[in-house]
């Protein structure tokens, strides 16, 4: 059984945001939970067409929170966008542009942290800049999960 609510929030960090919860109602310890964020950034004002600094970006902003990038892989699409795909040491983070639509979808997956998900998006977007940002955050007891 899960409890939805929708809040409407400002800008933070650089962000706008519009957030939509899903959260489970047994809540395990912080390192057997997952945390999965799908964020779809629209009228992005920074480099959604750079491919190269928008993966810079995501590679420093997983050092910056502590995560560890075991692979990583990008594709870029012609005649434009691009996915950018880091395969961390606790999960995943997918990037996906459409730069003719200043439009960016993020897919966050982590493991084992309840902050660090918000905290990796948090980096990227400042530098995305979007105009308005819609955010769903799913928290997953991996204790439900048996």
Request: with cysteine; charged share 15%; aromatic share 4%.
């Amino acid at each position: 059984m899960t409890a939805c609510r929708s809040m409407k929030g400002g800008r933070r960090g650089g962000v706008g945001v519009a957030l939509s919860v899903r959260m489970s109602e047994r809540v395990g310890s912080t390192t057997g939970d997952v945390t999965h964020l799908m964020i779809v950034a629209r009228d992005c004002a920074g480099p959604v067409g750079d491919v190269h600094a928008l993966t810079t970006a995501c590679v420093d902003a997983v050092g910056e929170v502590g995560l560890q990038v075991v692979a990583d892989t990008t594709f870029a699409f012609t005649p434009h966008g691009a996915t950018i795909v880091l395969l961390l040491a606790q999960s995943h983070l997918v990037v996906s542009t459409w730069p003719e639509h200043r439009l960016v979808i993020a897919d966050v997956t982590i493991c084992g942290s309840k902050t660090a998900a918000a905290r990796l998006w948090r980096g990227i977007g400042t530098l995305l800049a979007p105009g308005s940002c819609e955010i769903s955050e799913r928290w997953i007891c991996l204790a439900d999960a048996g």
